[in-house]
């Protein structure tokens, strides 16, 4: 889809830059030649950004539903979810014996979500 709308921009870039260029002859000078290249080379650079950026984001939504699809199939799993209630508990019981002194320690669920997030990123897990 954005190399569609890349290749799209880019037909209507050039479209427009040939026809504003010409003269009443169907001739260029040399000069509006450059410019209309330069502008030509400008649109297309853009394009090009706003491509990879549309394709960054998108991976980046994959990823992040991904991970949330393997911690929702992990926290159906008796033994991870009671796991996590637990040391929930321990934590909680901790700040309340520090009176919230000290900062709360992450959720394992909160752990296991950026520990996918990064075995997905460096491809090391299905």
Same mark, same amino acid.
């Given at each position: 889809?954005?190399?569609?709308?890349?290749?799209?921009?880019?037909?209507?870039?050039?479209?427009?830059?040939?026809?504003?260029?010409? *003269? &009443?002859?169907?001739?260029?000078?040399?000069?509006?030649? /450059?410019? %209309?290249?330069?502008?030509?080379?400008? @649109?297309? +650079?853009?394009?090009?950004?706003?491509?990879?950026?549309?394709?960054?984001?998108?991976?980046?939504?994959?990823?992040?539903?991904?991970?949330?699809?393997?911690?929702?199939?992990?926290?159906?799993?008796?033994?991870?979810?009671?796991?996590? *209630? &637990?040391?929930?508990?321990?934590?909680?019981?901790?700040? /309340?014996? %520090?009176?919230?002194?000290?900062?709360? @320690?992450? +959720?394992?669920?909160?752990?296991?979500?950026?520990?996918?997030?990064?075995?997905?990123?460096?491809?090391?897990?299905?």
């Amino acid at each position: 889809m954005a190399s569609k709308l890349a290749k799209m921009i880019l037909v209507f870039a050039v479209a427009t830059t040939t026809m504003a260029g010409c *003269t &009443e002859n169907g001739e260029k000078s040399q000069k509006q030649q /450059q410019e %209309k290249r330069l502008i030509e080379k400008a @649109k297309v +650079d853009e394009a090009k950004l706003l491509t990879e950026e549309f394709l960054i984001e998108t991976d980046e939504k994959k990823l992040d539903s991904l991970v949330e699809l393997k911690v929702k199939k992990k926290m159906e799993k008796d033994s991870f979810r009671l796991y996590v *209630t &637990e040391v929930k508990k321990y934590n909680d019981s901790l700040d /309340q014996i %520090k009176g919230n002194q000290s900062p709360h @320690k992450p +959720d394992p669920e909160i752990l296991f979500r950026k520990m996918m997030k990064e075995c997905l990123k460096k491809g090391m897990c299905n």
